[in-house]
Nanobody, 120 residues
């Protein structure tokens, strides 16, 4: 069964950093774009970042540009989201996503989500 398993969420103060990880259960994910979406309470799920299957191209939501960095490790079948200078507005459940995703259309595969809470 295909799985995406996230880790790294938690509670952090404004201005702090966290790194999210998403490990894929199958090597086939190395052939797909991977990315992150998030959903805050009472809001719709929104795009955060994605990385191409080659790793040579990335795309970020305007709200996180310059603060978040997405990367991937093919040997570990893992995608990372380094989040710096966190703000309370970043508080959300973060979901790993894989497949033929774009900034407007998620792929077919989702992780279970990891909570990120940024305190003032």
């Amino acid at each position: 069964q295909v799985e995406l398993v996230e880790s790294g969420g938690g509670l952090v103060q404004t201005g702090g950093s966290l790194r999210l990880s998403c490990a894929a259960s199958e090597r086939t994910f190395n052939n797909y774009p991977m990315g992150w979406f998030r959903q805050a309470p009472g809001k719709e799920r929104e795009f955060v970042a994605l990385i191409s299957w080659t790793g040579g191209s990335t795309n970020y939501a305007d709200a996180v540009k310059g603060r978040f960095t997405i990367s991937r490790d093919y040997a570990k079948r893992t995608v990372y989201l380094q989040m710096n200078n966190l703000k309370p507005a970043d508080t959300a459940v973060y979901y790993c996503n894989a497949g033929w995703l774009t900034s407007t259309t998620p792929g077919d595969y989702w992780g279970q989500g990891t909570q990120v809470t940024v305190s003032t």
